[in-house]
Nanobody, 123 residues
């Protein structure tokens, strides 16, 4: 099982980045997927989640209206209007779900994790 994030980098405040997460080794369409992030010295926090079907999404209040999660055979996170406080390592995670319309925002629900990609937003 492997989740590989890409697309991170350095961007100015107000800019945009699009993260990708490529999955292999499991049946992607049986898993709800999410993005989490962890800033230096802080706990890992939930960012966004998407259901197995792709029809249901859920966002942390801090990113709502600025970030968009989507999936086809790959998971994406479109990040707009970036702020310095969005600086963190971003991780994708997968949780098996027999319910196609469910989303999960607790890290403990997720079995598989990527290695993370760094996003740095300069002020």
């Amino acid at each position: 099982v492997q989740l590989v994030e890409s697309g991170g980098g350095l961007v100015q405040a107000g800019g945009s980045l699009k993260l990708s997460c490529a999955a292999s080794g499991f049946i992607f369409n049986e898993y709800a997927i999410a993005w989490f992030r962890q800033a230096p010295g802080k706990e890992r926090e939930f960012v966004a989640a998407i259901s197995v079907s792709g029809g249901i999404t859920y966002y942390a209040d801090s990113v709502k209206g600025r970030f968009t999660i989507s999936r086809d055979g790959t998971l994406y996170l479109q990040m707009n209007s970036l702020k310095p406080e969005d600086t963190a390592v971003y991780y994708c995670a997968a949780a098996f779900s027999s319910l196609r319309g469910s989303v999960y925002y607790t890290a403990s629900r997720y079995s598989y994790w990527g290695q993370g990609t760094q996003v740095t937003v300069a002020s």
